[in-house]
């Protein structure tokens, strides 16, 4: 097994055939479905059959892109390599390993997947809640693409715990990184972290923030209302707490707050540090509204993105410049 293995997405259609993939022990992709492709060798070899397939894809940049995407999953994931795949269930992702080469075997359907270009993997046991993994890898795990290479790799190994695979070096770096950031965040009292979190949700886009921390506010520090496009609206209720690092929140205290979330908002909790494995389960448990959860590495990775948008009294008070790099 490669002691460097890189890390891919392989979709299976908004999670539609992820049990099949589970069960049978593959990840497959649905292009050119008449053709057995065991014997390509390189890229330009799929450009004629692409084309012969999908006469109507004249452009040039969609052939590329689609002609890209088998490419990678036929020719550039590698065994040793990990992939992930989400579930039908959005908030889970699985993952595993490709199995050793040649891996790739053209299936007949008869399980009831219509992709029959595959590769062999070795899936693990459980899947991992997506909300574990930095902002920047979830907003990379967004992409259209069916088959695509995901950058953040080092946050995926050392969330699964695969340390092994996370060079020491960044592993100290990062760290540290984070803690410093968040040691000055914690220097905010409690209504200054609730109002910059606040702040935050107008960065990202919600209409309407405004601060209702209280005295028997129900756990509900902050609400917005995000539009999207006018495509979709959602109502946000938030508690914003800072703990210090290296606690864990617990399920009851995020259930407190899913219990003031009417049925038709959604709610996030944001703090400094991070929540415990029931506290996960009960943010996403069917039939309760949803809640969000921001551990304090999320937090420092949402305040980097947004950082330019937020009022520059915050700014000099937690004295970091662009970048959250301490002045």
């Known amino acids: 097994m490669s002691s460097n293995p890189n890390l891919y997405c392989v979709r299976a259609d908004f999670g539609t055939y992820t049990k099949h993939f589970l069960k049978g022990g593959y990840v497959a ?11 390509i060798k390189d890229r330009e070899s799929l450009y004629p059959i692409y084309r012969n397939d999908y006469p109507e894809d004249e452009s040039n940049v969609v052939v590329g892109q689609q002609v890209g995407q088998i490419a990678r999953f036929l020719l550039e994931i590698k065994a040793g390599d990990y992939v992930i795949t989400p579930d039908s269930n959005t908030e889970y992702i699985h993952y595993g390993v490709i199995e050793n080469d040649p891996s790739y075997f053209y299936g007949n359907g008869e399980d009831g997947c219509p992709f029959l270009h595959r590769r062999r ?14 902002v920047p890898f979830q907003n990379t795990i967004r992409s259209s693409l069916t088959v695509f290479s995901i950058v953040h790799k080092q946050n995926f190994f ?3 715990g695969k340390k092994e695979f996370v060079a020491e070096g960044l592993q100290h770096q990062e760290y540290d990184y984070y803690n410093t950031v968040l040691n000055r965040i914690l220097e905010l009292d409690d209504k200054e972290f609730e109002i910059l979190i606040t702040h935050l949700l107008t960065a990202v886009g919600f209409e309407g923030a405004e601060h209702t921390g209280k005295v028997g506010d129900g756990g509900v520090d902050a609400t917005g209302e995000l539009d999207v496009s006018n495509m979709a609206k959602i109502k946000l209720f938030v508690q914003a707490k800072r703990y210090k690092l290296g606690s864990r929140i617990n399920a009851n205290t995020v ?23 029931d506290a996960k389960d009960i943010a996403v448990e069917t039939g309760f509204p949803r809640i969000g959860l921001i551990n304090g590495n999320q937090l420092v990775d949402l305040l980097v993105k947004y950082w330019d948008q937020i009022p520059n009294e915050f700014k000099e008070k937690l004295n970091l410049k662009l970048g959250l790099v301490i002045s």
């Open 29 to 39: 992709i649905g292009w050119l479905s008449g053709h057995n492709l065991s014997e």
């Open 121 to 134: 993997i070795r899936w693990n046991k459980t899947p991992v809640q997506r909300s574990i993994f930095s």
């Open 158 to 160: 050392e969330a699964i």
């Open 255 to 277: 259930k407190a707050l899913r219990q003031n979330i009417p049925s038709n908002g959604q709610g996030a909790f944001i703090t400094t540090c991070d929540y415990s494995k």
